[in-house]
């Protein structure tokens, strides 16, 4: 009982679009619709009393229209058998006529009631007036008080007054079913409303289940044009945006998982050759330990093997952290010139001849504002790659210059072999390597990837160009930020 009363108040944590939709529209459209049944109602009742006040009016003045002057002498004419109102008794109806303080007509109905007097009209000459009076009968009713000249031969002014005694109890009853017919159309218009609301949205939300549908019998397939959201045969406007990126997603996830494959199988690749290589350096080693050809330089191989597989490792952690959104990074004033010559001094044991190779032109004592770890492994990765890769002797240029808004460093080189343009869109891939079968034993395709990373972290475009087949320029285009910091070298 306890885990369905659970499963029932989880259920009820979740916003519901239908529900929340249902319930809007019918909290809105009943509003409305109480406010036009009020108003009817309303309308209706004051309807209903205004034709009873009428009704009531229209007897006081036939009435009225029963009483003469002659002789000094008031006189009702009318005949009481041709008004059985004011005679019966199941629905008894009264009037009582004065001439100052004397009575000059009462009903028959008042016959009943001998000592019980109406009540006397306190009005100007001329007026009427309608309130709600207890009948002799004990009823709820309403009664016309009037004070009229009444007709004279020889035009006599005597004034008297008129009262007329009406139940309301018919009047009421009429009112209370003119409620109960409005509260029940009320009633069922809701119930209605609420019903076509209810499969208007849930026809409405079809293309939205039927997303969500294809989502779950959607399968991961191996197959390129596989795995994707087909086109309904009646595209939505609201679903369709949703629909294209979640294609879009699916797509990116499953480049990324096919990236996450090759590059796990191009890490297994690149440990199991040095792994390789020190077991069966090991095997030869304890086979032959008395081979002087081996033992002579198996401590040596095994530094070698070792600083290589190290060597992997940290570009791969260097990796792994530039592509976190934690990465720290410190902004500071840098000289482009004062980071060229740290570079350059850092890779002067590699390449000795660096000085004769690496040109740099438009490199003044320039400030500018950036990461000092970012900026150094963009310029020592990229001056690596250019002097690795371009022919012997060959000149490396470095530029820098302002564009714009942006700081442009440019760094062009020669090239060994040509490179095609899918190999140009695959250099920024981990582990890609241009190399025939990976056969470097320093490279291992991880530098242009980290320079990816950084770029994207830091808010900088990078760029490849071909100015010819065996000249490549990298560009990396560096906002200009303005200094928070005081003027100094860095």
Same mark, same amino acid.
């Given at each position: 009982m306890k885990s369905l009363f659970g499963s029932l108040s989880k259920a009820n944590q979740f916003a519901s679009i239908e529900r929340?939709?249902? +319930?809007? !529209? $019918?909290?809105?459209? @009943?509003?409305?619709?109480f406010m036009v049944f009020l108003s009817v *109602? &309303? @309308? &209706? *009742?004051?309807?209903?009393e205004d034709q009873f006040d009428q009704a009531m009016l229209n007897k006081a003045n036939y009435l009225k229209s029963q009483i003469r002057v002659a002789d000094h002498h008031v006189e009702f004419l009318a005949d009481e058998r041709f008004m059985p109102e004011y005679a019966e008794s199941d629905d008894p109806h009264f009037f009582q006529l004065w001439r100052d303080e004397t009575t000059i007509k009462r009903s028959e109905s008042l016959a009943q009631y001998p000592h019980v007097d109406l009540l006397k009209p306190d009005v100007q000459l001329g007026r009427d007036r309608i !309130? *709600? /009076? !207890?009948?002799?009968? @004990?009823?709820?009713g309403r009664a016309t008080l009037s004070y009229f000249v009444p007709e004279s031969s020889d035009d006599e002014i005597l004034p008297v007054a008129l009262t007329i005694y009406e139940s309301s109890t018919g009047l009421e009853r009429l009112v209370w079913v003119v409620d109960g017919l409005l509260i029940g159309s009320f009633i069922l218009a809701m119930m209605l409303m609420r019903y076509v609301t209810k499969n208007v949205i849930r026809r409405g939300l079809e293309p939205l289940e039927k997303l969500n549908q294809d989502l779950k019998t959607l399968h991961s397939s191996e197959q390129p044009a596989a795995g994707e959201l087909e086109l309904p045969e009646q595209v939505v406007e609201e679903i369709e945006p949703i629909r294209k990126e979640l294609n879009r997603y699916i797509r990116s996830n499953r480049t990324l998982i096919n990236n996450e494959k090759r590059i796990t199988a191009d890490i297994a690749h690149e440990l199991k050759t040095p792994l390789a290589e020190m077991i069966t350096l090991s095997e030869v080693y304890i086979r032959y330990p008395q081979d002087e050809r081996i033992s002579k330089t198996y401590q040596h191989d095994m530094l070698a093997i070792a600083k290589r597989m190290k060597a992997i !490792?940290?570009?791969?952690?260097? &990796?792994?952290k530039t592509?976190? /959104?934690?990465?720290? $990074?410190?902004w500071q004033l840098l000289s482009i010139k004062n980071v060229f010559g740290q570079v350059k001094h850092d890779l002067m044991f590699k390449y000795p001849d660096i000085d004769q190779r690496l040109v740099a032109s438009s490199c003044a004592d320039e400030f500018f504002s950036a990461d000092r770890f970012s900026i150094e492994t963009i310029l020592k990765n990229l001056i690596d790659n250019a002097l690795y890769y371009s022919p012997h002797e060959s000149l490396v240029t470095l530029g820098w210059s302002e564009v714009d808004d942006d700081y442009q460093l440019s760094i062009s080189n020669a090239l060994v072999q040509s490179i095609t343009e899918e190999q140009l869109a695959k250099l920024t891939l981990p582990l890609f390597q241009i190399d025939?079968?990976? $056969?470097? +034993?320093e490279r291992f395709g991880l530098g242009l990837s980290i320079i990816s990373n950084i770029c994207r972290q830091q808010g900088y475009t990078l760029s490849f160009i071909q100015p010819d087949t065996m000249t490549l320029t990298v560009n990396i285009a560096i906002?200009?930020?303005v200094p928070l910091l005081q003027h100094h070298n860095v």
């Open positions: 929340n939709l249902i +319930n809007s !529209v $019918t909290l809105i459209f @009943g509003a409305f619709l *109602d &309303l @309308g &209706l *009742d004051d309807w209903v !309130v *709600d /009076i !207890v009948m002799p009968n @004990g009823d709820m !490792v940290e570009n791969l952690l260097l &990796l792994q592509s976190s /959104i934690a990465m720290n $990074t410190e025939a079968a990976r $056969t470097s +034993n906002p200009k930020e």
